[in-house]
């Protein structure tokens, strides 16, 4: 399994970004796939993420400014954020979780920074 992740790089707080994830090889049934982000000296949090039935759930720190989406291809997702604070400055990592043992797959990591 792979998840390539890109979308990430430099903008002014306030502004915009959109992150896009796509899962390869996956031959199991998916549970959720979301977004976790790890800033320097913090641990890796839970972003969002959304179930393979599309429910959703946002960390509350980005509740109204982050929205996570699913492509026509199920094994894709999409995470827009708008209204960027130089708080969201991390590694954004994609996340997917298989329904049968809960294993938990990771993408690369893709670094958003947010400028004050």
């Known amino acids: 399994v792979q998840l390539q992740a890109s979308g990430g790089g430099l903008v002014q707080s306030g502004g915009s970004l959109r992150l896009s994830c796509a899962a390869s090889g996956v031959m199991f049934s998916i549970n959720a796939m979301g977004w976790y982000r790890q800033a320097p000296g913090k641990q890796r949090e839970l972003v969002t993420a959304?179930?393979?039935?599309?429910?959703?759930n946002y960390a509350d720190s980005v509740k109204g400014r982050f929205t996570i989406s699913r492509g026509n291809a199920k094994n894709t997702v999409y995470l827009q954020m708008n209204s960027l604070k130089p708080e969201d400055t991390a590694v954004y990592f994609c996340?997917?979780?298989?329904?049968?043992?809960?294993?938990?797959?990771w993408g690369q990591g893709t670094l958003v920074t947010v400028s004050s």
């Open positions: 996340n997917l979780k298989a329904t049968l043992n809960s294993r938990d797959y």
């Open positions: 959304i179930s393979i039935g599309g429910s959703t």
